[in-house]
């Protein structure tokens, strides 16, 4: 190879295969690995896995950044702390001047006129944004198969769903598309997917991430956050994203922890708590006994393990959707076929153009949700429904408050069980909203949560052991999550 890295190693895909955001960025600055190898590898991978329907959009401008990355090392330039890494988003998050369609038709055509601020932070810290991925339209939905551009398939099987709404993101680093993948998390987005395809995936704090340049779904739910294949690098990455931001008057001043530097350490002494309700409905699944033992692994690493209640835990779900669906409703108002979106074409005024653009552009679970919503939110129901989920969340928050007083982590499984079967659950939405069982009172709460691959199901496929720590906590979520990632061995 006649180049400016023909003094590198002659690397091939194996030299590429897998890597973590850690090993890219070490290897790309040590020049083991150049940039545009790697970029390459990954864009062969998203065309040799056109199947899974994981990406909706390669931008065209990857290879240069690549070039220009690989320039900077070779001039022994300072490099940004991210430096090349080859990272996919998801398709509700803005990245000024290309497509932004929320899995959706009805956005198609629009094109984000600013970038969200995480973008701007990774921009500046040195990523390559390789594409957008595949969702639920709207992120609403537990499979990917409410994406107008049709469903994305499970990592490891055509025949099941990728999870959702984060489906494109957790598939596109499954099968080294790029090295991490960004979702967004509303009652579960990330960590469902990260677990049916065996990966980490985490919920920050609410208020710890800007959601500014995020389409909101429920705006006090909503936070971003990474897919990737170890803790280390979710830790990494969560510490470039994380923030105070002017433009979100949510997101909260609290000093940014170096996560990254954090984890490394053994989990002695360290409280880890089961609730009462989850192991009630852990014990009705099949995987009863693989959470009984890795309670039991905990234990003999020396932490504490105690059982602790919540009440109010199982009105989480139905609290969730209440509230999420209320905020859609509202949320989605500001697609009125005029701006943003397609336009129906046979309108003779303003009313039937909005309904008429709404009618067209819109898939039947955001239907559903508007519907919903605006039903919550509807006099005669507004305090029947969303005034008593406010207060069932105000309760949660309390409870779950002060179960932290008394330990660091809370475990539970991330799913109700593997990855399911295409088609099986989309006609009930019942059984779809179901999936979110152990997810949605994080975010209900704010807690910030985290799956980790705790081995397989009876089929073979991935499952995921979620923590939920106090609010703020990331470093103890992150320290207990890697240790239990490098430690933990499934005994079959
Ligand atoms: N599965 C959940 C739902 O359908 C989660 C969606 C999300 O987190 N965006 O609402």
Redo the contacts with the bound molecule.
């Keep these: 190879m006649d180049n400016k890295f023909s003094k590198i190693k002659n690397v091939d895909d194996a030299d590429l295969k897998n890597l973590t955001a850690v090993s890219v960025i070490e290897k790309i600055k040590s020049k083991q690995i150049s940039c545009k190898d790697l970029v390459k590898y990954y864009l062969s991978n998203i065309e040799k896995y056109k199947n899974k329907n994981a990406i909706l959009e390669v931008f065209d401008n990857a290879i240069i950044q690549a070039e220009k990355i690989d320039d900077m090392v070779a001039s022994g330039a300072s490099l940004p702390a991210l430096a090349g890494l080859p990272i996919i988003i998801k398709d509700n998050i803005l990245y000024k001047g290309k497509t932004c369609s929320c899995g959706s038709k009805f956005m198609q055509n629009h094109k984000a006129q600013y970038n969200a601020t995480i973008i701007d932070r990774l921009l500046d810290a040195g990523v390559i944004i390789l594409g957008r991925a595949n969702m639920d339209e709207f992120?609403?939905?537990?499979s990917c198969e409410n994406s107008a551009f049709g469903p994305c398939l499970n990592a490891f099987d055509n025949e099941r769903v990728s999870g959702?709404?984060s489906g494109g993101s957790a598939v596109a680093v499954a099968l080294d598309m790029c090295t991490v993948a960004l979702g967004?998390?509303?009652?579960?987005?990330i960590r469902?997917p990260a677990s049916f395809n065996g990966l980490i995936g985490s919920k920050p704090t609410y208020g710890r991430v800007s959601r500014y340049g995020l389409a909101a779904?429920g705006s006090s739910f909503d936070q971003i956050s990474a897919i990737t294949k170890t803790v280390e690098d979710n830790a990494l990455i969560l510490k470039y994203i994380s923030g105070k931001d002017i433009n979100d008057e949510t997101s909260l001043n609290n000093e940014v922890p170096d996560y990254f530097n954090q984890i490394k350490k053994d989990i002695k002494g360290l409280r880890i708590g089961i609730l009462k309700e989850t192991k009630q409905l852990t014990d009705k699944t099949e995987y009863k006994e693989k959470y009984e033992k890795i309670a039991e692994w905990f234990k003999n690493q020396g932490a504490e393990v105690s059982e602790y209640s919540v009440p109010a835990y199982e009105l989480g779900l139905a609290v969730y959707f209440a509230l999420?669906f209320a905020e859609l409703s509202s949320n989605m108002g500001r697609f009125d076929g005029v701006k943003f979106t397609t336009r129906s074409e046979d309108s003779e005024n303003i009313d039937k153009l909005i309904t008429n653009s709404r009618t067209e552009g819109l898939g039947k679970e955001v239907k559903r949700r508007i519907l919903l919503g605006n039903f919550v939110l509807s006099s005669g129901n507004y305090d029947d429904y969303y005034l008593k989920a406010l207060k069932i969340r105000k309760q949660l928050q309390l409870q779950y408050n002060d179960i932290f007083k008394k330990c660091d982590i809370l475990i539970s499984p991330t799913t109700i069980g593997e990855a399911f079967k295409l088609n099986n659950k989309i006609k009930n939405p019942v059984d779809?909203?179901v999936?979110?069982m152990f997810l949605a009172n994080a975010n209900v709460t704010g807690n910030p949560a985290i799956t980790v691959p705790c081995g397989t199901g009876v089929d073979n496929l991935p499952l995921g052991l979620q923590m939920i720590a106090d609010n703020l906590n990331e470093d103890i979520l992150f320290r207990i999550a890697d240790y239990f990632e490098k430690n933990f061995k499934e005994e079959k």
């Design positions: 992120a609403l939905g537990a959702g709404s967004s998390d509303t009652g579960g987005s469902q779904y999420s779809m909203y999936e979110d």
